[in-house]
């Protein structure tokens, strides 16, 4: 039954998903299978970020609300899926902003913060190296993690990262580079 | 369209020795799971949200409307006229100049308090003055020089601002 639901889904292409949306006798389904199709690449984009399943959760509905309210808006010039991503990330750096402003004023960092919050959540079951991993990629700051997240687990070209990040191809290049670089010394490191 | 190739060439434009790279030999398996179910609910969820947020406010309601260019200059201009209107009812400037400085100060008081007043008055300003001044006092230029002339006629007055090349309209104006 997934299996035929899910196919169903990627047959679907993102100029149907929109016309759906847009008509208002199937507004509901047409967002209904837009959300279907696209919550495990977002929730996973924005949980690789902040770490914590609640705080993805929250994000992930409130991501998906917005694309609702901006449905009518959207002038389709990128793909339904980079403007999605890019709704999804301004959500997540604002709210690693606002984590950021509120750490400011205690003592120590929200990166040692969220370090913290990979052990100590119950909903992370990876093995000593990915805890590395985990913790390396916390030592970077937010954009060169959110880089390197997108091309090694979301396998994103630089092309579409640009989009998302409003960001030229260039300065990914060179911010993704330099997250490797670090990530290699922790790992050799620690 | 960004084609498997594309990819690979982006790979290896930044880690062309990828495979020394301790990441390489890292497993990409996804550390992180999420509770039961939580794909099959989360759908759910979000429309509950999107239905319980989608109640707006009616100025949130309004919103829509006012954002087109055209109703936006036609809220600028009214709020533009109300605010003249709400003035020009109201007028504080007014009852600064007519209830105060007319009635409670005279004309004599005013010249040897502040002449350079009188010196920038307009013209029918000056008529104003003479008129609401019942004692008959007159000023026969415009604060540059006083003469007074208790037996001051409507036609005296005419001759004047004729002498002084001001318009007479500005009698009736009043």
Redesign the interface.
């Given at each position: 039954m997934r299996f035929y639901q899910s196919t169903i889904l990627e047959d679907q292409s993102d100029k149907s998903l929109l016309e759906l949306c847009l008509s208002k006798d199937s507004e509901?389904y047409g967002?209904?299978l837009v959300?279907?199709k696209y919550?495990?690449q977002i929730?996973?984009h924005i949980?690789?970020m902040v770490i914590n399943?609640s705080d993805a959760?929250d994000l992930?509905?409130e991501t998906?609300?917005k694309v609702?309210r901006n449905m009518k808006k959207f002038r389709q010039e990128s793909s339904l899926y980079t403007w999605i991503y890019r709704i999804a990330t301004n959500e997540t750096l604002s709210f690693l902003q606002r984590k950021k402003l509120k750490y400011m004023i205690r003592p120590g960092n929200i990166e040692s913060h969220l370090a913290g919050k990979l052990t100590d959540?119950n909903?992370?079951?990876?093995?000593e190296?990915?805890?590395r991993?985990?913790k390396a990629l916390l030592s970077l700051p937010g954009k060169q993690r959110l880089v390197f997240n997108l091309k090694?687990?979301s396998?994103m070209?630089?092309?579409?990262m640009s989009v998302v990040l409003d960001t030229s191809v260039g300065a990914l290049?060179a911010s993704?580079?330099i997250a490797?670089k670090k990530?290699?010394k922790y790992?050799?490191n620690y | 369209m960004i084609t498997k190739k594309d990819k690979n060439r982006d790979q290896q434009s930044i880690d062309p020795g990828k495979n020394d790279s301790p990441l390489a030999k890292l497993d990409k398996k996804n550390p992180f799971r999420v509770p039961a179910n939580y794909f099959d609910e989360l759908p759910g969820r979000i429309m509950a949200k999107r239905r319980h947020t989608g109640k707006t406010s009616v100025i949130e309601g309004l919103m829509p409307f006012f954002s087109h260019p055209k109703y936006q200059l036609a809220l600028v201009v009214g709020s533009l006229a109300l605010v003249f209107s709400v003035l020009f009812i109201y007028n504080p400037w007014k009852a600064d100049v007519s209830d105060q400085f007319l009635s409670n100060i005279t004309l004599d008081d005013l010249l040897r308090e502040s002449p350079e007043i009188i010196a920038e008055m307009e013209n029918y300003l000056f008529i104003e003055i003479l008129i609401a001044d019942q004692t008959g006092e007159i000023i026969y230029s415009t604060g540059k020089s006083l003469e007074k002339d208790s037996s001051l006629s409507e036609e005296d007055l005419i001759n004047y601002l004729k002498e002084e090349e001001i318009s007479t309209e500005l009698i009736y104006e009043l």
């Open positions: 509901n967002f209904n959300v279907r919550q495990k929730y996973w949980r690789r399943h959760d992930v509905q998906f609300v609702w959540d909903f992370f079951d990876g093995n190296v990915q805890l991993l985990q090694y687990y396998d070209t630089f092309e579409e290049k993704h580079h490797v990530i290699e790992l050799i | -």
